[in-house]
């Protein structure tokens, strides 16, 4: 497959002509949070088909962004993982969700899918490093079938996919739960108070864990104007 490049001897022109075709950026997000095998990869970017997937994934390996590994055990199977040079895009990758988090989210549309352990970067993105001061707590996210966990080491954090090995605060809430308290206006309180989710662990962990993570409403991007 031809790479096409905007010829521009300029920073940002180069990156995008390694990062800028479609898919590439949502195959660095799925990557950012730890090695994939190509299933994985495949499940969650529904609508990427399988050639187009190969051939961005021989892209990223051929631009030294992304290279082959092996799962450790008990896995023992081939997967992908970034390189260095593409684990640095992540600052990049989290400003364009903080952005979007902002400006581009709104009601989900009935032909997008969503899947919870997207959210794995998202709570990177909506972390308030000044709400965690002080706190060193592991958090354990259960959304239906999906598991991930964060944790929180005195105003930094670190999110992964899978359960933690020995969590303070496990917290178990549905999809649909879910969506509601990323950007629909539920709190975590509110939401354990209604039953929509339930919470075990340490009492302070749990106390605390409203305030670290903060998504912002979403903000119209065009503000209608009469003349005067």
Not at 70 to 77: C, G, Q, S
Not at 79 to 96: C, D, R
Not at 132 to 160: N, S
Request: hydrophobic share 40%; charged share 25%.
């Amino acid at each position: 497959m031809e790479q096409r490049t905007y010829n521009q001897y300029c920073a940002t022109a180069r990156t995008l002509d390694l990062v800028g075709e479609r898919w590439t950026l949502l195959l660095i997000r799925e990557l950012l949070t730890g090695p994939k095998r190509f299933g994985d990869l495949q499940a969650s970017l529904r609508g990427l088909g399988t050639g187009l997937l190969a051939a961005r994934l021989k892209h990223l390996e051929r631009e030294g962004l992304a290279r082959k590994v092996t799962l450790p055990p008990p896995a023992r199977t081939a997967a992908y993982a970034l390189t260095e040079a593409g684990e640095e895009l992540g600052p990049a990758i989290l400003e364009l969700a903080r952005w979007g988090l902002k400006w581009a989210m709104d009601e989900p549309r009935a032909t997008e899918t969503f899947h919870p352990g997207w959210a794995v970067l998202g709570l990177r993105a909506g972390f308030a490093p000044e709400a965690a001061t002080g706190l060193r707590a592991v958090y354990e996210f259960r959304i239906d079938d999906e598991v991930f966990h964060a944790r929180i080491d005195d105003g930094t954090i670190e999110a992964l996919h899978g359960p933690a090995q020995h969590p303070d605060a496990t917290v178990t809430t549905s999809t649909e739960a879910f969506l509601r308290l990323t950007g629909q206006g539920l709190t975590w309180a509110e939401a354990i108070e209604s039953g929509a989710a339930s919470a075990s662990g340490d009492s302070e962990a749990l106390r605390r864990l409203g305030g670290l993570f903060r998504m912002p409403p979403p903000h119209p991007r065009r503000t209608d104007r009469t003349s005067p």
